[in-house]
Nanobody
Framework: QFVASGGGLVQVGGSLRLSCVASGFLVDKYCIAWFRQAPGSEREAVSWISSNGNYANYAASVKGRFTILRDNGMNTIYLRMENLKPEDTGLYFC????????????????????WGQGTQVTVPS
């Protein structure tokens, strides 16, 4: 599963870089995605990247502000977040699609596995 880190409390307009280290499998075999969940809300996909890194996509709410990266040598996926907003607050997870190398244009948390404990991001208003 994944171990996520890098979250914290950051002011509006600030930046963070989240990391997800995988254990038990190689990330270069799968579509990997970052998800977030705010209290009382459904888990939503934030960004996803194909196994070779050649395809990545983003939720409309974060496009232009977030960047997903993979370092297959370190078996790690990153999420660089810039110009953070209060609505970015939530518990951030990464997960893999166990059946796909290449990500679909849109993804849902259903069908993904290897969830870790997540890392909390808080952007006070």
């Amino acid at each position: 599963q994944f171990v996520a880190s890098g979250g914290g409390l950051v002011q509006v307009g600030g930046s963070l870089r989240l990391s997800c280290v995988a254990s038990g499998f190689l990330v270069d075999k799968y579509c990997i995605a970052w998800f977030r969940q705010a209290p009382g809300s459904e888990r939503e996909a934030v960004s996803w990247i194909s196994s070779n890194g050649n395809y990545a996509n983003y939720a409309a709410s974060v496009k232009g502000r977030f960047t997903i990266l993979r370092d297959n040598g370190m078996n790690t996926i990153y999420l660089r977040m810039e110009n953070l907003k209060p609505e970015d607050t939530g518990l951030y997870f990464c997960a893999r699609d166990p059946l796909k190398y290449h990500c679909d244009e849109n993804v849902s948390w259903r069908g993904f596995d290897s969830w870790g404990q997540g890392t909390q991001v808080t952007v006070p208003s």
